[in-house]
C-alpha cells in the first residue's frame, strides 16, 4: 500500500507540473493540492501557492507561500527566489494582521475563521483587505473581541488581553429552626476614624509635572540667556581689543574698517566677524531671556489661578546664580 500511495503521489506531481507548464493553472493547482494533502511538502506546497497566485486567490496563496518558504528545503535556490517574488505579489493584494495575547492556548477566529487553534502569544495573517472581526476564546477567562480596519498591503497590530471570568458567589446557608439564642454583646473599643488622605500639594498629578517642567525650562532658558550674554560680551572685547592698535595708528577714527586699505584689510575682516558674533550672541541672549519670561510668567500663573495648596509644607523655589552659572533649588514635597 505504502509504494503504491508514493506512485500515485509523484503521479499526482508530474501532473501539476505539466499543467503549470501549460497555464492550465486550475488543474495545476488540484493536482499539487491533492499531492500536498497525500504528505508532499516542500516544493509542491510552495507550487501550489504559485497557482493559487495565478488564479487570483491571494489570500490563500500568501499564506501558502510564507509556511513553505519557512522550510529550508523546498526548492533551489532559483525556485526559491521565484516563490519569494510570488509572496511579495501576493502580499502587495491583502492584508496582515499582527496578533499579541495576553495567553497562550487560545482558540482565535477571524470574521468567524478559524486562524489559529491553541495559539502561542503572538503570530499573524493573512486576510482579504476591509473590515474584519478579531475574536479569541480560551477556557475560564472572558472572551476577547476586536474590530479592525484592514488596508492593502498594509498590517494591523491587534492587542488581545484575556480577562478571567468572576467567580460565583456561593450559595446562601440555610437558616436552621431552631431559635436563635441570644448572645451578650461586649462594647468594644471605639473605631478608629478613617485616615483621611492627604491632600494634594502643588507639585502632584499632571499640573505639578507641568510646573515642574515649567521651572526647569525657565531656569535652563536663563542659563542659555547668560552663557550667550557671557559670550557676546567675550566677542565685543575681543572686537576692541583688535582694533585699539589700529584706532592708534589712525587718529582713534572709527571708521578706519568701513573702507579699510590693503593692509589693514585682514585685522578689519577679523574685528567684523567678532562684531558679527557679538551681534548674534546678544540676539541668542534676548530670545533666552523672553522664553523664559514667558515660561515662567505661564509657570506663576499656574500657581496663582490654580492656588497652592497651604495643608502641606510647602516647596520652596528658589533661584540661584553664582558667577556664570545659574539654576534653581526645589524643597520641600510634592
Known amino acids: 500500500m505504502e509504494g503504491k500511495a508514493n506512485v500515485e503521489l509523484q503521479a499526482l506531481i508530474r501532473e501539476g507540473d505539466i499543467a503549470r ?7 495545476a493547482e488540484e493536482a499539487y493540492y491533492l499531492a500536498y494533502r497525500l504528505g508532499a511538502g516542500g516544493r509542491v506546497r510552495c507550487e501550489w501557492g504559485m497557482a493559487l497566485l495565478a488564479l487570483r486567490r491571494h489570500v490563500d496563496a500568501a499564506m501558502a507561500l510564507d509556511r513553505c518558504l519557512k522550510d529550508p528545503g523546498a526548492g533551489t535556490a532559483a525556485q526559491r527566489r521565484r516563490y519569494a517574488d510570488g509572496l511579495e505579489r501576493a502580499r502587495r493584494q491583502v492584508g496582515q494582521i499582527d496578533f499579541d495575547l495576553s495567553h497562550h492556548g487560545a482558540l482565535v477566529t477571524i470574521s468567524g475563521e478559524v486562524r489559529d487553534r491553541d495559539a502561542s502569544t503572538s503570530g499573524y495573517t493573512y486576510v482579504e483587505p476591509g473590515t474584519h472581526t478579531i475574536k479569541a476564546t480560551l477556557p475560564g477567562f472572558l472572551d476577547v473581541e476586536q474590530t479592525v480596519q484592514v488596508e492593502k498591503g498594509k498590517a494591523v ?11 460565583e458567589a456561593p450559595a446562601p446557608a440555610r437558616a436552621s429552626a431552631r431559635p436563635a439564642t441570644p448572645e451578650k454583646t461586649v462594647a468594644g473599643p471605639p473605631a478608629r476614624p478613617l485616615s483621611q488622605p492627604a491632600p494634594p500639594g502643588p507639585f502632584d498629578g499632571m499640573a505639578g509635572a507641568q510646573r515642574i517642567c515649567g ?12 552663557v550667550a550674554s557671557a559670550l557676546a560680551a567675550q566677542y565685543a572685547g575681543e572686537a576692541e581689543r583688535r582694533a585699539a592698535p ?10 578706519i574698517c ?18 558679527d558674533a557679538h551681534e548674534v550672541g546678544r540676539d541668542v541672549a534676548t530670545g533666552f531671556f523672553i522664553g523664559a519670561g514667558a515660561v ?13 495648596e497651604r495643608s502641606r509644607r510647602p516647596v520652596r523655589v528658589v533661584p540661584m546664580i553664582a558667577g556664570d552659572q545659574a539654576g534653581i533649588s526645589l524643597s520641600g514635597v510634592w
Open 21 to 27: 507548464n501549460q497555464g492550465r493553472w486550475e488543474r
Open 157 to 167: 497590530q491587534v492587542a488581545l488581553r484575556f480577562v478571567e471570568k468572576p467567580r
Open 215 to 226: 521651572l526647569g525650562v525657565t531656569a535652563l532658558a536663563l542659563t542659555g540667556g547668560l
Open 246 to 255: 589700529l584706532l592708534r595708528d589712525n587718529g582713534n577714527s572709527r571708521s
Open 258 to 275: 568701513a573702507s579699510p586699505p590693503p593692509e589693514n584689510a585682514p585685522a578689519c575682516a577679523a574685528i567684523n566677524d567678532l562684531y
Open 296 to 308: 515662567g510668567a505661564a509657570t506663576l500663573g499656574s500657581f496663582i489661578v490654580y492656588g497652592v
